[in-house]
C-alpha cells in the first residue's frame, strides 16, 4: 500500500489509474462495454491522489488488522459476494463460510475483483435474497 501511496505522490492520478487498471486484478473489467469502462475511469480520475495515497495508507487492506478472531465470534448474517474469476477473494469468501455459520456466499459467474461494477443485477439479486 505504501509503494502505490508514493507512486500517487509522485506521478499524479492520471498515471496511478493507468497503472491500477492494467493490473491482472482487473483484466475482467476490459470486457466492459466502453461507455462502462469511460465512466469508471472517468470516476478514478475524479480523486485526488493526496486522497487515494491517504487511503491506501489509512484503509488499504494492508493496513488493516487481522479480524477472522471477530468474524467467527459474531452472530450476524453475513452474505460474501465474489466474482468467479476473483481466485483470492473467492478463497477467502470460502474459508469465513468455515469459520461459522450463518454465513452465505454467493459466486457471480463471469465476474472477477469488481462484481458491482461487472454485473450489478447479480449483487442485487444477492442483496435481495438476504431478506
Not at 462502462?36 to 487492506?61: I, Y
Not at 452465505?104 to 459467474?109: P, R
Not at 458491482?116 to 442485487?124: K, M, S
Amino acid at each position: 500500500d505504501e509503494a502505490l501511496a508514493a507512486s500517487l505522490d509522485r506521478d499524479g492520478v492520471k498515471d496511478f489509474v493507468r497503472s491500477w487498471e492494467s493490473l491482472p486484478l482487473f483484466e475482467t473489467q476490459r470486457a466492459l462495454p466502453a461507455a462502462v469502462s469511460a465512466a469508471q475511469r472517468a470516476w478514478r480520475t475524479e480523486h485526488t491522489a493526496r486522497g487515494l495515497a491517504w487511503s491506501l495508507r489509512t484503509l488499504g487492506l494492508g493496513q488493516q488488522p487481522p479480524c477472522r478472531e471477530a468474524f467467527a465470534r459474531s452472530v450476524l448474517p453475513v452474505t460474501l459476494v465474489t466474482g468467479e474469476r476473483d481466485e483470492k477473494f473467492t478463497a477467502i469468501a470460502r474459508e469465513l463460510v468455515r469459520l461459522r455459520s450463518g454465513v452465505e456466499h454467493v459466486v457471480v459467474g463471469g465476474a472477477g475483483h469488481n462484481v458491482a461494477l461487472e454485473d450489478p443485477d447479480a449483487v442485487a439479486r444477492a442483496v435481495a435474497a438476504t431478506g
